[in-house]
């Protein structure tokens, strides 16, 4: 949700990582996203679609990190934050903002057309 609210669309998904005494700061395994409709989907459904979407690889990473054979992601230049609980009036910003990314991508030609 944070990316979303953020506008950082590029990095919205969903990150495989394995739980230590940290929040968020074990090794990581895998990142996994799709290409989803920002101003047709909330965030709820855009999480659960990351990883319904992303079934299979994740269960082979599973299965690779439970036979000790998966090899953690570098994360050196990984960015990283703390996120808190998110507020509606981030997710209201971030829904006006898509609804106003998705009218600037409509070509100037399609504008006046109706259907």
């Not at 919205?12 to 989907?41: C, H, K, Q, R």
């Not at 319904?52 to 994360?75: F, Q, R, S, V, W």
């Not at 050196?76 to 898509?98: N, Y």
Request: glycine share 8%; with cysteine.
């Amino acid at each position: 949700f944070w990316a979303l609210a953020q506008g950082d669309v590029k990095r919205v998904g969903l990150t495989l990582l394995a739980i230590d005494d940290g929040i968020d700061t074990g090794p990581m395994y895998g990142t996994y996203t799709y290409s989803f409709d920002e101003v047709g989907e909330t965030h709820h459904r855009i999480q659960l679609r990351c990883l319904t979407e992303n079934l299979d690889p994740i269960a082979t990473k599973l299965l690779a990190i439970y036979h000790g054979k998966a090899i953690p992601l570098d994360t050196t230049d990984h960015h990283s934050a703390v996120w808190g609980q998110p507020w509606l009036s981030k997710h209201l910003s971030w829904k006006r903002a898509a609804r106003l990314r998705a009218r600037a991508a409509i070509p100037a030609a399609l504008k006046g057309q109706t259907s």
